[in-house]
């Protein structure tokens, strides 16, 4: 790295040897855990002047690196330095890399000048100026933001808009009735994984804790076709900016994240994204800012099921229907979803009703306990779990909710109960690459020996699983068990059994 330096200062191969020395700086900081401005001028001998030096070089392509070496060392001394050659900067493709190292340094003194560049940046036409200048203005925008001088909005409308609320298919009756439930019968149709509404009541629906997404369904927007670049434009002309301001309140451009659902491999989608979001930035004029680590907008391009190549555009207003869940601060892989949970007790809440002592004998973290109770508050609530691990994460979202669950670190095959529950209500473990279907089986069989000692005689137990033949097949063992309801939760892929003593 010294010989490095000392033929950058002889002006040697300098943009060969700033690129080498970028590359190695970012290992060393990776493989010896020392800060990259410490490890830097311990080689330079305490000299870092060679960077100042190549950010006035006549080569673009040296500035540009000198400037990304600079924000490895995360130096604020050179913040005066970097603002002023990105003043004098002509070069459009280096511009924007000023401006993200800027945004990691102490620049008060220029956010007023800033915040005019990013004006005037965006008066111009940018659909017919180069993608640069638009990645220069999202630069500057996310700069601003995070200074606390970026536009912030949020929801407020009494516009009417077609919405669908996604849940898992073979569910979509019981979202139905919960929605029909708030907002009055007659307002809603069922829909593949959902429910289609039209509605204005916002808040009302965003309460609802029985479905997963809250997609918006702008018009003009369900047949994309093309390249990106055509669907982008398909949906600009369609007013998407138009319809996300009569929605979001605020000032400054939309900061939006693009998310793709459908056949492509991960890598594809990926691609898709990317080219999406840049196309929006252009054709917006950046009124929309792609901006994936700090979004208020989810735009959700689903892929059609009948015909390849065809996708809808969707819509997810940050501020709505998020807070729901704000509870699951920690999870574990084989947590059940939230909304899963919520479903759940929803499809046993007529059978179940007047039953408040809950037991849950393989609580993980806790969500089905959490559910019950939010559904219709519970007079005795018990979790069980082997693992310590989630029994402590339990305890963590207990405390912060407030609830009066008790969590018990135990092997449910050793846990007693001093009074009889009437509800046992569980997500039971399911078939994994760890957990094979002999040691599943077993498990199944246990629990349903222990429900006879957990429950008073009136007790029913609802089980959902993922490994629905197997504990099909140990509910037959077991004569004295009876099924009352068997639900179809995905596709025969997961189950809910409704069962009696």
């Not at 400037?67 to 459009?92: P, R």
């Not at 809440?349 to 849950?360: F, I, P, S």
């Not at 402590?392 to 095959?413: F, H, N, P």
């Amino acid at each position: 790295m010294h010989k490095l330096i000392e033929e950058i200062e002889a002006g040697v191969n300098v943009r060969a040897n700033l690129i080498e020395l970028k590359e190695l700086l970012k290992k060393a900081v990776k493989s010896e855990g020392v800060t990259a401005r410490d490890y830097l001028l311990n080689v330079a001998s305490g000299d870092l002047s060679f960077l100042e030096r190549t950010i006035k070089h006549d080569d673009p392509k040296v500035r540009k690196n000198s400037v990304q070496i600079i924000g490895l060392t995360n130096d604020n001394s050179f913040a005066d330095i970097l603002y002023e050659a990105y003043q004098a900067e002509e070069t459009l493709y280096v511009r924007p890399e000023y401006i993200k190292v800027l945004s990691t340094m102490n620049v008060d003194r220029y956010l007023d000048a800033l915040d005019n560049q990013a004006k005037a940046l965006a008066a111009r036409d940018l659909r017919e100026d180069e993608k640069h200048v638009a990645a220069e203005l999202r630069e500057l925008y996310a700069l601003l933001y995070s200074k606390g001088r970026g536009g912030k909005h949020h929801f407020s409308s009494d516009e009417i808009s077609t919405m669908i609320l996604t849940t898992l298919p073979g569910t979509e009756r019981y979202l139905q009735a919960a929605i029909d439930g708030v907002i009055g019968d007659g307002k809603t149709t069922l829909v593949r994984s959902g429910v289609k509404v039209e509605s204005s009541q916002y808040e009302d629906l965003s309460r609802i804790r029985c479905y997963n997404d809250l997609l918006f369904v702008p018009s003009g927007m369900r047949a994309l076709v093309g390249h990106a670049s055509d669907m982008a434009k398909k949906c600009v002309d369609s007013d998407l900016v138009g319809y996300i301001s009569e929605r979001l309140v605020g000032s400054g451009p939309f900061r939006f994240y693009v998310s793709v659902k459908g056949r492509l491999s991960v890598e594809s989608k990926s691609k898709l994204a990317k080219a999406f979001a840049g196309e929006l930035e252009k054709l917006s004029n950046c009124a929309m800012i792609n901006s994936p680590n700090d979004y208020e907008i989810n735009l959700q391009l689903v892929g059609s099921s009948k015909h390849e190549g065809q996708y809808a555009l969707y819509v997810i207003f940050g501020g709505l229907g998020n807070g729901r869940f704000d509870y699951k601060v920690k999870s574990l892989p084989t947590s059940i979803k939230p909304y899963v949970a919520a479903t759940i007790c929803e499809i046993i809440d007529e059978k179940t009703g007047g039953l408040k002592r809950v037991l849950d004998p393989f609580c993980g973290i806790g969500t089905m306990l959490i559910e019950r109770n939010f559904k219709d508050k519970q007079e005795v609530l018990t979790g069980v779990d082997i693992f310590g691990e989630a029994i402590w994460a339990a305890s963590e979202i207990r405390d912060k909710l407030k609830m009066d669950i008790q969590y018990v670190d135990k092997d449910m095959k050793d846990f007693e109960a001093e009074e009889p529950y009437n509800l046992i209500l569980t997500d039971l473990p399911y078939v994994t690459k760890a957990f094979d279907e002999s040691k599943v089986r077993g498990v199944y069989n246990s629990f349903l020996d222990k429900a006879h000692e957990w429950l008073s005689d009136d007790g029913i137990i609802a089980a959902y699983t993922m490994s629905p033949k197997a504990f099909s097949d140990v509910i037959k063992t077991h004569k004295d068990i009876k099924i009352i309801e068997e639900v179809d939760i995905y596709k025969n892929k997961s189950k809910l059994y409704i069962l009696s003593i």
